[in-house]
């Protein structure tokens, strides 16, 4: 890094968009572990959703294609029940979920097949190719859309009451804690009543009770966030909670998922 400055420079910029070589990849390591050990979080949630932009994400989504029969049928579909629960008591004339990070839209279609309270389904995603796919997929289909752009400009570009925020196996980990609370402003701002469901990551070391802040962890160095402290703080009441350690033999154990499910009237 201190010897190649200019290269370093065009790494930050584009840490995995480019295809970087055996020294970019290394100058890219080195931003990283120096942005951890300055809580330069900003810098990394660039990168992180830089990954998610680039070409290099593919892989991600060809190998971990089984996630959806895996983790979310086999664990967390549950929250499912949960949401319709909540839509139900918040007696929402009109509703709508938006998914970020939507990646096949394979949930999205779960929630559509078992939400008939719920009249329209939007998918919101960084990278075009997959929002391309979704398109293509569901072309035809009443009810469904895909966006690519910031959640935040989606959400202020068409307010609406009624909007449930969904994010399920890990998304807003990749969301540095400032952004977060732009964020649910955002939803707030849209209209109430309106609604947060997420199945997130955190550390298994997270003390929700005692520790408020956010912390980079695991070898993405994404964030670790305390999402029912942060829902409270930004106006939401959570209605349901579910803290879960994995077990032996489950998809990177030891690991830990927070489902949370909250509302703001």
């Excluded at 925020?165 to 649910?184: A, I, M």
């Excluded at 947060?196 to 003390?207: G, N, Q, R, S």
Aim: aromatic share 12%; hydrophobic share 40%.
């Amino acid at each position: 890094m201190a010897l190649m400055p200019g290269v370093t420079a065009r790494v930050r910029r584009q840490p995995f968009v480019h295809n970087w070589g055996p020294i970019g990849r290394l100058i890219r390591n080195g931003l990283q572990f120096t942005a951890v050990a300055r809580r330069d979080h900003d810098l990394l949630e660039d990168f992180l959703a830089d990954y998610w932009k680039s070409p290099v994400s593919r892989e991600f989504f060809d190998h971990f294609r089984h996630r959806f029969e895996t983790l979310f049928l086999a664990h967390h579909r549950g929250i499912v029940d949960e949401i319709g629960r909540a839509v139900d008591l918040c007696q929402m004339p009109r509703s709508r979920v938006v998914e970020v990070g939507v990646g096949d839209a394979r949930v999205l279609e779960y929630l559509g097949d078992h939400l008939p309270q719920v009249d329209e389904f939007h998918g919101i995603d960084l990278n075009q190719k997959v929002v391309e796919e979704n398109r293509n997929r569901f072309a035809g289909r009443n009810g469904y859309w895909f966006h690519t752009e910031d959640v935040g400009d989606w959400l202020a570009a068409h307010p609406a009451p009624g909007t449930v925020l969904f994010t399920n196996g890990g998304v807003f980990e990749y969301f540095r804690r400032s952004r977060l609370d732009e964020l649910f402003r955002a939803l707030l701002a849209s209209g109430a009543p309106c609604m947060v469901a997420m199945t997130e990551t955190i550390a298994v070391d997270h003390d929700l009770e005692g520790d408020p802040e956010s912390h980079p962890y695991g070898h993405e160095f994404s964030f670790s966030h305390n999402y029912p402290a942060i829902l409270h703080e930004a106006g939401f009441e959570v209605l349901f909670i579910r803290d879960r350690f994995t077990a032996e033999g489950e998809e990177h154990h030891p690991a830990r998922w927070l489902q949370v499910v909250a509302r703001a009237v």
